[in-house]
């Protein structure tokens, strides 16, 4: 039983528009909540995080809202380029991480 | 710094058959996890450690055997393999306990 849902499972773009992933979770004690970027081949890489205690936090083109009485939270990639191209992971941690099954963005040029 | 380094990258074993996976990490991260990654399944915690000598389990456990003697080191044991086990492994390693963690370059394990 997965205790991160995340949508959808893929997502094609226009170059220049924006991605939105959505993720769900059930465990209020989660208290982590970061999006990994893995390319093929490649082990995942840590792109942003955010706390339970703040709603939104922007770091260049990537962007998370949290809502915490939704239990949600989401990606954005405001002016999505094609070498944003690779499949994106949600996770939630407390004592241990639980990730979300992934969505492969494809930007195309 | 190599960061988080894995070796084999690929593995072909025969079910029955036992291998070591080896992670090593210079960042002296306390915590250092190990997780599979399989198609629509996102990454599952296997075993995990929070310093040398203190190993504990995640999510799927079962068929894999970790030890800590060190802190740079994190080697997974698989006893005696299994089809299912067939999938892609990744080591991470944190100096922040689960969060903000490095991961490995995985290695490809397939079980015939």
């Known amino acids: 039983q997965q205790q991160v849902k995340q949508s959808p499972q893929s997502l094609i773009v226009q170059k220049g528009g924006i991605s939105i992933i959505n993720c769900a979770y059930e465990?209020?004690?989660?208290?982590?909540f970061p999006w990994y970027q893995q390319f093929p081949g490649k082990g995942p890489a840590l792109l942003i995080a955010i706390r339970p205690d703040v709603s939104e936090k922007k770091e260049g083109r990537f962007t998370i809202s949290f809502n915490k009485s939704a239990k949600q939270f989401s990606l954005h990639i405001m002016d999505s380029q094609p070498g944003d191209s690779a499949t994106y992971f949600c996770?939630?941690?407390?004592?241990?991480?639980?990730f979300g099954a992934g969505t492969r963005l494809t930007v195309k040029p | 710094n190599a960061g988080v380094t894995q070796t084999p990258k690929f593995q072909v074993l025969k079910t029955g058959q036992s291998m070591t996976l080896q992670c090593a990490q210079d960042?002296?991260?306390?915590?250092m996890s190990w997780y599979r990654q399989d198609p629509g399944m996102g990454l599952r915690l296997i075993h995990y450690s929070v310093g040398a000598g203190i190993t504990d389990q995640g999510e799927v456990p079962n068929g894999y055997n970790v030890s800590r003697s060190t802190t740079e080191d994190f080697p997974l044991r698989l006893l005696s393999a299994a089809p299912s086990q067939t999938s892609v492994y990744f080591c991470?390693?944190?100096?922040?306990?689960?969060?903000?963690?490095?991961f490995g370059p995985g290695t490809r394990l397939t079980v015939t």
């Open positions: 996770a939630a941690s407390d004592n241990d991480m639980r």
């Open positions: 960042m002296n991260h306390e915590y």
């Open positions: 465990n209020t004690a989660f208290d982590y």
């Open positions: 991470a390693s944190s100096n922040q306990g689960p969060y903000e963690q490095y």
